[in-house]
């Protein structure tokens, strides 16, 4: 950040103490999520060399793409879900930070916990209706439209994986405060 730390954004790279059980998950949860980082960066990559390819296959020797916007897509799909609990695990998502040079410590946790609680009612929504998706996708066979017909499970399993993440990240922050847990 440009301006500094701002109360709310605190470093959170310490794991968890007081409750032997949500440090292990918290630390567990943390692992996770720098391999996934790894890994999507490479997907990243990947989506790149990929459409680049497909650019210059194009424009150089007039070669179809039947394959490569897709494939790029799928990779997409998954970098963008899959590291989402890392982004909340570091509070990196979009804030609105006008509230919080005007409200004490105490209000600003007490908000933090409200926008929490409310993030996991929708993330647990959302992988919820990703998880059957993902399953209708697999039971019915479902393919995309194009030429190579890759299974849509792909990108929905990624998806539904992705955002129950990102609920046990939240969830983890939800109780933390309550586990008699702190940050170091």
Request: include cysteine; charge should be neutral; aromatic fraction near 10%.
């Amino acid at each position: 950040m440009m301006h500094g730390p701002i109360p709310d954004q605190q470093d959170r790279s310490g794991a968890a103490t007081g409750n032997p059980l949500v440090a292990a998950l918290d630390r567990a949860l943390a692992l996770c999520n720098r391999v996934i980082v790894v890994f999507a960066a490479f997907a990243l990559i990947a989506a790149c060399v990929i459409l680049s390819y497909s650019v210059l296959g194009r424009a150089l020797f007039h070669s179809a793409n039947y394959w490569q916007d897709e494939a790029a897509v799928f990779l997409l799909v998954g970098a963008t879900f899959m590291t989402a609990a890392y982004v909340q695990g570091q509070r990196g998502h979009i804030g609105i930070e006008a509230f919080v040079g005007l409200m004490s410590p105490v209000a600003n946790r007490i908000r933090l916990w409200l926008v929490d609680v409310a993030s996991l009612l929708f993330c647990a929504f959302f992988a919820w209706k990703s998880w059957t998706l993902a399953h209708e996708a697999y039971v019915d066979g479902q393919v995309s439209n194009s030429m190579w017909s890759p299974p849509l499970a792909i990108p929905y399993v990624l998806m539904a994986l992705g955002m129950t993440l990102l609920c046990l990240q939240i969830l983890l922050q939800i109780i933390i405060p309550f586990a008699g847990a702190s940050r170091r």
